[in-house]
């Protein structure tokens, strides 16, 4: 494309501030990277993201970074909540989705000779696809009670321990949710769909640990190489999507002036202090809990159908919950940001000092990536740093970091959520025949795959996702995210 970028230092490019632009934008990648990133819409949506009102800093792209809706998936955005704005289209479509990792004290050994049996039960007790109704079917009462209270319902209900919650960003569970403004059409679609994968993207897998790299890290998690682990990827299905689809079209009616003085319309934002943007950060937070709700009954599906196959009760096989991280949200946070003599907020150099601002950080497809200290970590992590999970593929590794120190500086917190898509759905069904990727997976790599449709396969097959190993080498080194294992998948289930 036409935009040029300027190399700050290894991996930290920059698109200089120039016109409307409210703030420069920054993209952090290797050159092998910065490639793909430069074939699609990505830096153009980046720098468009620069004229939010209120961007703070810098707009940046994650190394995982590509083409999104409106706003790059794999961006970071962190407006001011007092004379910024708050957008839709830079959380996504799907509010809080997100992965989780569950533990377990079985090896790979312990697991070899199951594979089938394990793949068939996972598919057959976890809903998934289109239709298929949820582990839960929820009258109206339910939905308001998860929107509001999140995975504390979980627990109410028998779903979920307490030590679940505390290995849950946010404890699973936003006090800030505001249920009554969230559609009716929205809470209708969410009721068949409590404890579901929904299609595509999102998936179940088990997977073996391969590799350790930070031992005392891991040691903290509780990971070892050859153990089990369970990685659980998916979101607020077609309530998360409904809400979003309701805001975007009153920001539309009700804010068309701030709509037209952007470059995309996609990137419609609420002004922060009005009436809509309050509204729809109380609607997002309240799908934020129903997608910690959806994650934890198919965590626990999964705990019992471990069970069933291995004979023995989940607690003796010590399924637990690592962490939960979400990677489409946006929270309001407090960070530390350079002001120049004013008081506005500008880049460290020609910062005066430094103040602490309440901003909204919005990550899509980014991670939140806290290192220790942050008062938003939870006990077991507040010396170590968060976990953060970043799913590769259904061929490749996965990888668990630990939030690094030098995120707060230069991604408010933030790292990649994944190894990115480097082809289009409608490319990937051209390039790939379902069942040839899964026998091959099968027979090469003994990855033991089931899906609800043979395209799904073919749009998520491993050649459609950027190389994983890259992803995480550049965050591990800006010390953004710090690679602490490496896992490879064993069972796979696909909506
Ligand atoms: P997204 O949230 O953007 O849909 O996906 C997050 C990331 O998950 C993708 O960038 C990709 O790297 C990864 N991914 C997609 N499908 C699979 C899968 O079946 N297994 C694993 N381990 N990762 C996957
Ligand atoms: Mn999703
Ligand atoms: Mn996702």
């Not at 209270?149 to 627990?155: E, K, L, N, T």
């Not at 701030?258 to 729809?280: M, Q, T």
């Amino acid at each position: 494309g036409d935009i040029e970028l300027r190399r700050v230092r290894e991996h930290v490019w920059e698109i200089p501030q120039e016109g409307e632009m409210n703030a420069p934008a920054r993209v952090l990648a290797s050159e092998a990277l910065l490639d793909h990133i430069g074939d699609d819409k990505t830096l153009e949506q980046l720098r468009n993201a620069t004229h939010l009102p209120g961007i703070t800093k810098h707009a940046i792209c994650m190394p995982d970074g590509h083409q999104g809706y409106g706003f790059p998936v794999g961006g970071v955005g962190a407006t001011d909540t007092t004379d910024g704005c708050i957008s839709p289209g830079a959380v996504g479509y799907d509010i809080n989705c997100g992965v989780r990792m569950m533990t377990t004290n079985l090896t790979y050994e312990d697991l070899q000779g199951h594979e089938e049996e394990l793949v068939d039960a996972l598919f057959e007790a976890v809903p998934s696809g289109l239709g298929g109704g949820g582990v839960v079917k929820g009258d109206a009462e339910t939905i308001e009670d998860i929107l509001a209270r999140g995975m504390q319902w979980a627990v109410d209900a028998g779903y979920a321990t307490d030590d679940d919650l505390a290995h849950c960003e946010d404890e699973g569970f936003r006090d800030d949710a505001r249920p009554e403004f969230v559609s009716q059409k929205a809470k209708d679609r969410g009721r068949n769909q409590i404890g579901s994968l929904g299609s595509g993207n999102h998936f179940l897998e088990v997977q073996r640990v391969t590799d350790i790299y930070r031992e005392d890290v891991a040691e903290s998690f509780g990971l070892e190489a050859d153990q089990i682990v369970v990685l659980i990827h998916c979101g607020s299905r077609g309530l998360g999507h409904q809400t979003c689809t309701d805001y975007l079209r009153r920001i539309e009616k009700e804010h068309k002036d701030l709509l037209d003085g952007l470059p995309d319309k996609e990137l419609a934002a609420a002004p922060a202090g009005s009436e809509l943007a309050e509204e729809y950060y109380g609607a997002m937070c309240a799908a934020i809990n129903f997608a910690w709700v959806n994650r934890q009954l198919i965590m626990h599906r999964t705990r019992e159908v471990f069970a069933d196959v291995f004979d023995r009760d989940w607690r003796d096989m010590e399924m637990r919950l690592l962490y939960d991280v979400a990677h489409n949200i946006a929270k309001k946070e407090v960070h530390e940001v350079g002001v120049d003599p004013e008081g506005r907020p500008v880049r460290d150099g020609d910062a005066v000092e430094r103040e602490e601002r309440e901003l909204y950080v919005h990550r899509k497809g980014a991670t939140r990536a806290f290192p220790a200290g942050r008062p938003e970590l939870p006990p077991a992590y507040a010396d170590v740093g968060q976990p953060v999970i970043i799913p590769g593929s259904m061929g490749a590794g996965s990888y668990v970091l630990r939030g690094g120190d030098q995120s707060l500086d230069l991604t408010f917190g933030s790292t990649a959520h994944g190894a990115g898509r480097l082809m289009s759905r409608t490319k990937a069904k051209q390039e790939y025949w379902g069942e040839t990727v899964q026998d091959e997976l099968r027979e090469q790599e003994k990855i033991y795959v089931k899906a609800q449709s043979g395209a799904t396969v073919a749009e998520e097959a491993p050649g459609v996702y950027k190389d994983v190993d890259e992803v995480v080498r550049v965050s591990d080194e800006l010390g953004i995210g710090d690679k602490v294992a490496r896992t490879f998948p064993v069972c796979n289930i696909k909506g």
